[in-house]
Antibody, heavy 115, light 107 residues
Framework: QVQLQESGPGLVKPSETLSLTCAVS?????????WGWIRQPPGKGLEWIGS???????SYNPSLKNRVTISVDTSKNQFSLRLSSVTAADTAVYYC????????WGQGTLVTVSS | EIVLTQSPATLSLSPGERATLSCRAS??????LAWYQQKPGQAPRLLIY???NRATGIPARFSGSGSGTDFTLTISSLEPEDFAVYYC?????????FGGGTKVEIK
């Protein structure tokens, strides 16, 4: 059974960098699929942040492109998100996901941007 | 960027009734469209992919149709557990985009 689990700080200060990691079990990232991040502000809809293929470069949402970095560590079977210069508008539940049509989701982690 | 517009925003129905949800794309996505269901406090769940294919374990009362720019999710007879928010999503072009959602609520 494929499982994804997000980890990282739940509180980040404005202007700092949000960093999250997604640990994957039950499937080897290097075997295929896109791996990505989606977020959902409280009470709002879903926003795709970006995705990376196991052996290729990332694709990012242009609205976040200058601030976001997604990377893969196949040796640890995990991938990561970094979002710089955060503001209150970045407060959301962040999900790590598999594939462009998402068949597996992490449970989600709430990240609050506040001083 | 492809904009997906879902209608209606809210659908008020009773258990046993048929639900018809719409998703319209700002340009053709061929059949690269999916539907998700989300319940409060949970991650979304994939229902339909490639416009009309049910994901693993999804009941037959859920069906998807459409191509190009107009798509429909139909729930043939609402069960109590079907009251939730539904999102469409396209993977035809980067960036991947979602519709704003349709809430199916109990009348």
């Amino acid at each position: 059974q494929v499982q994804l689990q997000e980890s990282g700080p739940g509180l980040v200060k404005p202007s700092e960098t949000l960093s999250l990691t997604c640990a994957v079990s039950g499937y080897s990232i290097s075997s295929g699929y896109y791996w990505g991040w989606i977020r959902q502000p409280p009470g709002k809809g879903l926003e795709w942040i970006g995705s990376i293929y196991h052996s290729g470069g990332p694709s990012y949402n242009p609205s976040l492109k200058n601030r976001v970095t997604i990377s893969v560590d196949t040796s640890k079977n995990q991938f990561s998100l970094r979002l710089s210069s955060v503001t209150a508008a970045d407060t959301a539940v962040y999900y790590c996901v598999r594939s462009r049509f998402v068949d597996y989701w992490g449970q989600g982690t709430l990240v609050t941007v506040s001083s | 960027e492809i904009v997906l517009t879902q209608s209606p925003a809210t659908l008020s129905l009773s258990p046993g009734e048929r639900a018809t949800l719409s998703c319209r794309a700002s340009q053709s996505v061929t059949n690269y469209l999916a539907w998700y269901q989300q319940k409060p406090g949970q991650a979304p769940r994939l229902l339909i992919y490639d416009a009309s294919n049910r994901a693993t374990g999804i009941p037959a009362r859920f069906s998807g149709s459409g191509s190009g720019t107009d798509f429909t999710l139909t729930i043939s007879s609402l069960e109590p557990e079907d009251f939730a928010v539904y999102y469409c999503q396209q993977r035809s072009n980067w960036p991947l985009t979602f519709g704003g959602g349709t809430k199916v609520e109990i009348k």
